[in-house]
């Protein structure tokens, strides 16, 4: 079924589509929609929200059923989805009906700050001055494959646009500095999303990008929070890198929030808490889970497993089904599971930051 209403007076549609999806669903919200515009020029936005949803099958038919927008040229700016479900997917199938609208993605339980981005064209911003740190690997090998490996860019852009529109200042830093190596089997057709899009186009990103500030000149008391992209680069260098471990441990004595998605919470592996004990020990923490490494074969390839360390650490691990949203805050540590989880992981480290500004 569909729940619809009209967030008045802001003029928002907003819709929650929850169990299996009918023809009829689809047809009551065309004509609740088509009454509305008989009698205004257009929505001043969308708010969609679901947990999680039914079916790519069924969203993609809701989706389809909604572009009596276009034909109708009317326009809808902008579209929230709130959700916990893997939202990649979800933005590209809402995209193609809606070319020209800005589509944001929420976590699931904000829908109060998706509204005022409705409303206003913004997220909630960050404190003025904000600072984030964005640690990237520089390690490009994968193994003895003679395969190229590096960072993930969905778990780079995604968060990277999570910070700079809330009106974050971004720092890009690498333990080599410069171009990092980004892992080719993130860059293709299958794994593009609207965030890799806009970054791969976006020219003050790509020369960030190319000149990331070596690790070793960069301090955890000149910034607000750090961030950890994945990919399988991090479990080769950063794990392992001595300045990499010594940043977490100021920026989580200093009292900064840090996140790590993916791969990345690997780079948590010999670091630790004030007592000497393993920062992960008792913490409730998510990574990268054996399930998902198997699937994409690389399980006797890597270093080590993500989720088997953290639980050898004395981490509380967690996980879900594979490839959908898990982020994990306990304290001032947030970790993400998969690519997935990378912008709901950065929301909720910008969410801590204000918390502790």
Known sequence: MIEYNIVEPAGILRVKPSGALTEQDFAGLTRFADDYLAKHDAFAGMLIEAQAFPGWE???????????????????????????SAIAHIVEILAKPFAAAQIRHFPFGQSDDALVWLKNGT?????????ILVVLTSHDRLGDTGRKTGFWLEELAAPYYVFIDAGARVTLASPKGGQPPLDPASDTPDAASLATR??????AAQAALANTVKLDAVRAADFDAVFYPGGHGPLWDLAEDPKSIALIQDALAAGKPLAAVCHAPGVLR?????????????????????TEERAVGLSDTVPFLVEDMLAAEGGKYSKVADWQVHVVTDGLLITGQNPASSGPAAQALLDKVR???
Not at 58 to 83: K, N, P
Not at 123 to 131: D, L, Q, R
Not at 272 to 289: E, I, M, N, P
């Open 58 to 84: 069924s969203f993609a038919g809701f989706a389809s059923h909604l572009r009596f927008v276009r034909d109708h040229q009317r326009r809808i700016e902008r579209i929230a989805i709130v959700t916990d």
């Open 123 to 131: 997220k909630p911003a960050a404190k003025a001055g904000t600072k």
């Open 198 to 203: 806009r970054f791969k186009d976006d020219p």
């Open 270 to 290: 010999h670091v630790k808490s004030a007592d000497g004990r393993a920062l992960v020990s008792g913490k409730a923490v998510t990574g990268f889970a054996n």
């Open 355 to 357: 918390l502790h500004s």
